[in-house]
């Protein structure tokens, strides 16, 4: 198995070289500290910005494939607001069958995805979903902004963290 491929476990076992795991994951755990504390003095969640950097990494990690998962990611934002705002709407007529035909109408689109060429990362959506139910924002422009420039930020940093894992392999022949 070569060294990039495999699960990461694999990729990066210590009895590998004891030294290059321990390298690699001083420089995973700086760009975590340094991703957080970015996202913290701009006044962005941290917790939102480590979504992010788990969403870089549902795909082969790539910067192409992390910029197709950043638009899955914010457009599941996007139907997260959607879909508080029809929850807010639909409650006072359906009562709590709301929340079923709106969860149902948007697993319709996020799966209907799957058959796209580009934005066709899933679990990009969901996570979007996610971020944005677990933030407890008015669903607006400016929440979705705000959300998606977190998880930007995380994305930035797990590219970041892969592709120094990438130059060092390169620089120890490995």
Excluded: K
Aim: aromatic share 10%; charged share 10%.
């Amino acid at each position: 198995m070569s060294p990039q491929t495999g699960t990461p476990a694999q990729r990066h076992s210590p009895s590998d070289r004891p030294g290059l795991y321990i390298l690699l994951t001083m420089t995973a755990a700086t760009v975590a500290a340094l991703a957080a504390f970015t996202s913290a003095t701009v006044g962005l969640a941290p917790w939102a910005m480590f979504l992010g950097w788990v969403a870089y990494f549902t795909r082969q990690p790539s910067p192409a494939q992390g910029l197709h998962t950043f638009v899955c990611v914010v457009l599941g934002l996007a139907m997260g607001a959607a879909a508080v705002i029809s929850l807010d709407r639909l409650s006072p007529v359906f009562g709590p069958v709301a929340l079923p035909i709106i969860v149902f109408g948007v697993a319709m689109i996020v799966i209907g995805t799957r058959g796209l060429t580009i934005i066709n990362n899933l679990l990009g959506y969901f996570i979007g979903l996610i971020t944005f139910f677990a933030s407890h924002l008015e669903p607006d422009l400016g929440s979705i902004a705000r959300l998606g420039s977190a998880n930007a930020i995380g994305l930035f940093a797990g590219w970041g963290v892969q592709a120094v894992e990438g130059q060092v392999r390169r620089l120890l022949g490995r």
